[in-house]
């Protein structure tokens, strides 16, 4: 043995001369999974000079005894070593650059046998080697940008000289994985070959390196010298580049350009130097607000999928469901489950609605198609796992059901009773609502234990969220499986508990609230849309109304109205409910706030319309002049209000969740990090002071609840540095 450790072992391996192979293994003990975290990149330190100070070898071979290879840094680590500020992270780098050269200048050939995922940090130990060898179902990429930062440990010095500047800055700025067949065809890896003979294949051409077959020594003055690119080529390379990841990326994410930009000023550089300029730039992509939040994001998601993870692992069995009411919903439904593998039964009363629903299906998979994701037979195939019915007889083995009628109680009531008395003991119900209380639904069923909310968003294949909503009698074995079949079906469920709303639409009606007041006080609409699609949201209020239906709307409103009188309750009437009586109804009937054409694709594209403006105005008290920030102010304090008070009323669990939802549900700009870390970006008590200015004036909407107060007053956070979620 030449090195034991937690994390890495390295021993001599057979070589063709005997034991001359440093066979060194990733293997992190008691995780799942190898990660580089600050005590693994310590170990390797200590491993590579075990390796340096090791007499007669000839080669070595990097590999991992997980199913993944390395998938990547630790996360967990990052904003507290984020916070030692600039310096500190371009010293760190340095150091890594150090243990990562002193493996790519060792006296003999070196190879990589990537049996699994190989990503960020994970990816970048595979550049320090030679060669590469690669399983065929493994996946590599550098998917950093998507955290705000880029690759800083030789990601954008070695990639570009590997496989040319253009594949990498694809890889890089898209931050996707990348498959074997795909690192094989740029030349990422020297060879693909199954699993199984992965070790074989990495000694095969250590064994070739040194008969002189392979030159190994070319392989590497390539890694470590300049680009070869001349002026005019880099130039066009990168700023073409560039104009495109810009449109790509937008503007609230600068780390996609900001990685061209190392490796444009990298390119002319040996490797010292380069990787100096990479260091640098890392540094200063970490200490942005948007890495904080991305990185935030990201270990939210972690803290959701761990506790989906949990219900899970005490969830029955999904093998059958079924879903009442087909239409455009029911069919988005039937498409998700069935394109996930899951069988399931779409029934309806009217043959019409089940033709619908079938066509939804089938547009949706003739997508999959279009873009080379199913070939027509897989999409022939997982078409058979939809059942269309217009009777409840197959329902006896269905173990989940979906209810997704019409958002009407009494209808809602109807099918729900019926259904009960025709499945088994132990099948689970569930009402895809968005706004009917599940306690409510529950009252007339006999096993209200077995029931729970199931809310999709709207489409369906699109939207990441589903609500599983917890009524004042849901049992855990109904949560718990509801849960299982949204994972099933590639959904990240968050359970949250009965009210008016629940979480999404709670939060989400106080931000029409604050639209709804800004017009009636003369703001333009069009001006509130510009100003929040600016601030990141992916379409202003106006628009947003328009898509999600003026009528919809209206009746959300309603029940909000009603379970929350004091401060969602209104007696003026709205610009909404002025275009519901003038049968504006948005996308649907193509005219709403704007009016609606078909654009090329066919698909809805929104134009101003002065009939809207003229409606608006019947609604205007008084005409204010409003900045950008009174707009933001006015809009996002509302929603971060109710954000608020759902955690504090325990409809959601932790800040972690709460913020997921609404980014996964509502679109709430990700680089923003959620609603509750945007009130700790800008402070609590600052925060507080901003909502007392708007309620003076504004009402209830936009008063802080006694508990943010006392936040305020001792320095409170919704997030700790340590303490995620």
């Not at 600050?38 to 100070?53: C, H, Y």
């Amino acid at each position: 043995m030449i090195y034991q450790g937690n994390a890495i072992t390295v021993a001599r391996g057979t070589g063709n001369g005997g034991e001359d192979i440093a066979m060194l293994t990733f293997d992190l003990k008691g995780e799942s999974i190898n990660k580089l975290s600050s005590a693994v990149v310590a170990e390797l330190d200590e491993a590579v000079q075990a390796i340096r100070a090791e007499n007669g070898l000839k080669g070595l071979v990097i590999g991992s005894g997980k199913e993944a290879f390395i998938v990547g840094a630790d996360i967990t680590e990052f904003h507290g070593i984020f916070e030692k500020g600039e310096a500190y992270l371009v010293e760190m780098n340095l150091k890594v650059h150090e243990i990562f050269n002193a493996i790519e200048d060792l006296p003999f050939p070196t190879v990589t046998a990537i049996n699994g995922l190989a990503l960020g940090g994970g990816c970048e130990v595979t550049l320090t080697t030679d060669f590469r060898v690669m399983g065929d179902k493994a996946k590599i990429g550098l998917p950093e940008t998507k955290l705000g930062i880029l690759p800083g440990w030789g990601g954008c010095v070695r990639l570009p000289r590997l496989i040319g500047s253009d594949n990498a800055v694809e890889w890089i700025a898209g931050g996707g994985e990348n498959r074997a067949d795909a690192a094989l065809k740029v030349g990422a890896v020297d060879a693909v070959v199954p699993n199984e003979q992965l070790e074989a294949a990495a000694l095969d051409i250590l064994a070739r390196a040194n008969a002189g077959e392979l030159d190994y020594q070319a392989r590497r003055a390539e890694k470590t010298g300049p680009l070869k690119l001349n002026a005019i080529e880099q130039m066009m390379a990168f700023e073409t580049a560039k104009g495109y990841v810009a449109g790509k990326a937008g503007p609230h994410y600068p780390a996609p350009i900001e990685a061209i930009k190392v490796i444009q000023k990298g390119a002319g550089e040996e490797r010292a130097r380069a990787q100096a300029i990479e260091a640098k730039a890392f540094a200063k992509l970490a200490m942005t607000d948007v890495c904080y939040n991305l990185v935030g994001l990201f270990l939210n998601d972690q803290v959701v999928k761990k506790k989906a993870g949990k219900y899970e692992k005490q969830a029955k069995a999904v093998k059958q469901t079924a879903v009442l009411g087909a239409g455009i919903m029911g069919g988005g439904i039937a498409y998700q489950s069935a394109s996930k593998g899951t069988p399931i039964l779409m029934k309806d009363i009217k043959e019409e609605a089940i033709e619908l629903g079938l066509k939804e299906s089938r547009k949706l998979f003739a997508k999959q198609v279009e873009r080379g994701k199913l070939s027509t037979g897989q999409m022939a195939e997982k078409l058979t796992l939809i059942r269309p019915t217009l009777s409840y007889g197959d329902f006896g083995h269905v173990d989940l059901v979906v209810e997704a009628v019409v958002e009407n109680p009494k209808v809602k009531d109807a099918v729900l009773t019926e259904v009960e008395g025709l499945v088994s003991e132990d099948t689970i119900l569930t009402s895809n609502t968005s706004t009917i209380s599940i306690t409510r639904l529950a009252q007339n069923l006999k096993r209200p234990e077995n029931f729970c909310g199931m809310h999709f968003f709207n489409p369906v294949h699109r939207m990441p969220l589903v609500e599983v909503i917890r009524g004042e009698k849901t049992g855990d074995a109904a949560v718990a499986a509801t849960v299982a079949y949204a994972r099933a079906m590639g959904k990240t469920p968050i359970v949250v508990n009965d009210c008016p709303g629940f979480l999404v639409n709670r939060v989400l009606f106080p931000y029409f609230g604050g639209f709804s007041l800004l017009v009636e006080q003369g703001a333009d609409f069009q001006r509130v849309d510009k100003v929040m699609e600016k601030f990141g949201w992916p379409m202003g209020p106006a628009y947003l109304l328009d898509v999600v239906g003026m009528d919809t709307a209206v009746h959300a409103n309603e029940v909000m109205a009603e379970g929350f009188p004091d401060r969602m309750a209104r007696d003026a009437k709205s610009a909404i409910q002025v275009m519901v009586e003038n049968e504006r109804l948005g996308q649907k009937n193509a005219k709403g706030f704007y009016a609606y054409e078909e654009d090329k694709k066919g698909k809805p594209k929104k134009v101003s319309d002065e009939q809207a403006h003229a409606l608006v105005k019947q609604v205007v008290q008084q005409e204010k002049e409003f900045s950008d920030e009174d707009i933001i102010a006015r809009m996002m304090v509302p929603l971060c209000l109710e954000t608020v008070r759902c955690l504090e009323d325990g409809i959601v669990e932790t800040p972690a969740e709460a913020d997921m939802a609404l980014i996964y549900g509502i679109g709430f700009p990700p680089f923003r990090g959620g609603a509750l870390r945007y009130i700790d970006a800008m402070g609590v008590a600052e925060f507080v002071k901003l909502a007392d200015g708007l309620a003076e004036e504004l009402g209830p909407l936009y008063a802080p609840t006694d508990k943010l107060r006392r936040m305020a007053e001792s320095g409170e956070r919704f997030y700790s540095t340590q303490a995620q979620g």
